[in-house]
């Protein structure tokens, strides 16, 4: 069983910046990948970017540039920093690991980005 636990989440002015996190519940290590999507309404679920264990990144074109990916092995956390927010990256971002060939999901956060 894997917990994913996602915060950092809010209400930020176009422009500026929020940092996510996402708490699992094991060693990331244990994970083939893991990776932040997100979902706007009415929308399909969307990659954002993912890291595979070998460190590998696979970003979104939307995200390449603005946002950076990065795990802190010790706390078992990885963070989605997002730069130079705008009206569209407004969406829930979720949080997923590749286990097994298992996909396991958080509850996501919302983020909210005003014009």
């Known amino acids: 069983q894997v917990q994913l636990v996602e915060s950092g989440g809010g209400l930020v002015q176009a422009g500026g910046s929020l940092r996510l996190s996402c708490a699992a519940s094991?060693?990331?290590?244990?994970?083939?990948?893991i990776g932040w999507y997100r979902q706007a309404p009415g929308k399909q679920r969307e990659l954002v970017v993912r890291?595979?264990?070998?460190?590998?990144?696979n970003y979104a074109d939307s995200a390449q540039g603005r946002f950076t990916i990065s795990r802190d092995n010790a706390k078992n956390t990885v963070y989605l920093q997002m730069n130079s927010l705008n009206s569209e990256d407004t969406s829930v971002y979720f949080c997923?690991?590749?286990?097994?060939?298992?996909?396991?999901w958080g509850q996501g956060t919302q983020v909210t980005v005003s014009s």
């Open positions: 890291i595979s264990m070998s460190g590998s990144t």
């Open positions: 997923k690991a590749d286990l097994y060939g298992m996909d396991y």
């Open positions: 094991r060693s990331i290590w244990s994970f083939s990948a």
